[in-house]
Nanobody
Framework: QVRLVESGGGSVQAGGSLRLSCAFSGRAFTSTAMGWFRQAPGKEREFVAAINWSGDKEYYADSVKGRFTISRVNVERTVYLEMNSLNSEDTAVYYC????????????????????????WGQGTQVTVSS
């Protein structure tokens, strides 16, 4: 069983920065693609960023490209989301998610941006940006 615990959310002024962390417990972290998603009040959950199992491929939503950076440290079993130049539209609950290998896969071959592809989710951490 996989468990994900996010931390690092909070309140920040527009233009500020935050760093979110996601601690992974369970099997197969080094085979797993990891993603960050967010959900603002009254809106659907949306993709923010994802990173492949080895950490050498990153994917970003257009709205955060150039401002956010996803990374992973496999020996720490942790994924990070560095968020810079925050604005009010970034206000949301941020969720960490894990896409574990399918039967017959040794690693997750395709890193997805779709929430439905992810098997496990954290409880979420609130990010509030005030202008």
């Amino acid at each position: 069983q996989v468990r994900l615990v996010e931390s690092g959310g909070g309140s920040v002024q527009a233009g500020g920065s935050l760093r979110l962390s996601c601690a992974f417990s369970g099997r197969a972290f080094t085979s797993t693609a990891m993603g960050w998603f967010r959900q603002a009040p009254g809106k659907e959950r949306e993709f923010v960023a994802a990173i492949n199992w080895s950490g050498d491929k990153e994917y970003y939503a257009d709205s955060v490209k150039g401002r956010f950076t996803i990374s992973r440290v496999n020996v720490e079993r942790t994924v990070y989301l560095e968020m810079n130049s925050l604005n009010s539209e970034d206000t949301a609950v941020y969720y960490c998610a894990a896409d574990t290998p399918e039967a017959g896969e040794t690693v997750v071959v395709v890193t997805s941006t779709l929430p439905s592809r992810y098997d496990y989710w954290g409880q979420g951490t609130q990010v509030t940006v005030s202008s």
